[in-house]
């Protein structure tokens, strides 16, 4: 089967709190989402790369990108990630194969490198379900209560904090996501159809740029990286 990658890269970034939707961002003169695209075409396996942009955005067409054939830009992302992704794949599932391995990787993870992307490909291709990048949680875990005070301690054994890339079939994936649309990540939509997506252990590089301090360490993350 066939390996492909899809960029939801339809957010406004809120928590960034910048006008410009975080995956345009500068970083190292370049925006957010084209480090991105660069490490995701950086993996030969891949033959296509999906990106996902809400259907007004601006911004796209002011920058100049990597004349891959391999990009698709889609314009029909919704007003949650799940639902741009689910978006997406209808669209990609009337060019592609059911079969086909989605590997869907949110633009504001910047710092992912190909080579960890490469190691999921070959340690997932021939898993019944397929899965995720993820890293087991370092501190110990609080839940609060309403008056701000700890109502109970989570132990952190064997819990983990979930990345992307998330690597799924795009048939039962496309599913998934249409029967369950109020996930917060693909492996969510599997783990409710009753399937135990797999963890392929990551590191602490392949973070989500969310706040504005994060831009700085993406930036030496990126530099340190191509040292
Ligand atoms: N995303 C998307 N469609 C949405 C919301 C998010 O495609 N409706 C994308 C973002 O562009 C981002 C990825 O999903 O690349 C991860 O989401 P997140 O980090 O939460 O980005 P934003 O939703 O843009 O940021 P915030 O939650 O701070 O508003
Ligand atoms: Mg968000």
Same mark, same amino acid.
């Given at each position: 089967?066939? &390996? ?12 960034? @709190? ?10 190292? @003169? ?12 950086? /993996?030969?396996?891949?033959?296509? /790369?999906?990106? /996902? ?32 992704? *689910? ?22 993870? *910047? ?6 992307? !490469?190691r999921m490909i070959e340690e997932l ?12 949680? !370092? ?5 609060? @209560?309403?008056?701000?005070?700890? *109502? ?23 599913? !998934?996501? !249409? ?21 392929i ?5 392949? &973070?989500? /740029? ?18």
């Amino acid at each position: 089967p066939s &390996f492909h990658a899809l960029i939801p890269a339809a957010g406004s970034g809120s928590r960034m @709190g910048s006008e410009l939707p975080k995956q345009y961002i500068d970083l190292l @003169g370049r925006p957010v989402i084209r480090h991105t695209l660069d490490a995701l075409l950086a /993996v030969g396996a891949l033959s296509r /790369v999906w990106v /996902v942009l809400a259907p007004d955005d601006a911004h796209w067409t002011n920058y100049q990108w990597p004349s891959d054939p391999r990009i698709t830009v889609l314009r029909c992302g919704g007003a949650t990630r799940a639902e741009s992704v *689910a978006n997406a794949l209808q669209d990609v599932a009337k060019q592609t194969d059911p079969a086909a391995w989605m590997l869907v990787h949110d633009a504001a993870r *910047a710092c992912v490198s190909p080579q960890l992307v !490469a190691r999921m490909i070959e340690e997932l291709s021939d898993d019944p379900v397929g899965g995720l990048l993820a890293v087991p949680v !370092a501190d110990t875990l609080k839940r609060a @209560g309403d008056d701000g005070r700890v *109502a109970q301690t989570i132990p952190r054994a064997g819990l983990w904090q979930a990345q992307t890339p998330q690597m799924f079939r795009l048939g039962m994936l496309r599913e !998934a996501l !249409a029967a369950h649309p109020d996930v917060t990540d693909e492996a969510g939509a599997i783990e409710a159809c009753g399937l135990s997506p797999r963890l392929i252990a990551s590191d602490a590089t392949n &973070f989500k /740029v969310t706040f504005p301090d994060d831009l700085a360490m993406a930036a030496r993350l990126l530099l340190s990286s191509a040292a």
